[in-house]
């Protein structure tokens, strides 16, 4: 059975950091690309950055510079180091793995960025 859990979620005041991280189980992690997904009140899911299995990393313009994500796959877990956090960062953040036509989701942790 696969299973993706994210930890790391919570409070913080703008300007903070939070450092959230995803468990993967059942699948051989190092073949998958990973991902982490935001997805905002009233929003449509957004992908915030995603590494591949080869490590290259890509992030969506809002995060670049303050976003940066990471895998380990002896641990088959992805992190997100999220600095500099903003009231518009304010999402449920989903870590999402990816193989060709496998395509696998968390459940989602929530981030909220306020005074």
């Known amino acids: 059975q696969v299973q993706l859990v994210e930890s790391g979620g919570g409070v913080v005041q703008p300007g903070g950091s939070l450092r959230l991280s995803c468990a993967a189980s059942?699948?051989?992690?190092?073949?998958?690309?990973m991902s982490w997904y935001r997805q905002a009140p009233g929003k449509q899911r957004e992908l915030v950055a995603g590494?591949?299995?080869?490590?290259?990393?890509n992030y969506a313009d809002s995060v670049k510079g303050r976003f940066t994500i990471s895998r380990d796959n002896a641990k088959n877990t992805v992190v997100l180091q999220m600095n500099t956090l903003t009231p518009e960062d304010t999402a449920v953040y989903y870590c999402?793995?990816?193989?060709?036509?496998?395509?696998?989701w968390g459940k989602g942790t929530l981030v909220t960025v306020s005074a």
């Open positions: 999402n793995a990816r193989r060709s036509r496998l395509d696998y």
């Open positions: 059942g699948i051989s992690f190092s073949y998958y690309d």
């Open positions: 590494i591949t299995t080869g490590g290259s990393t």
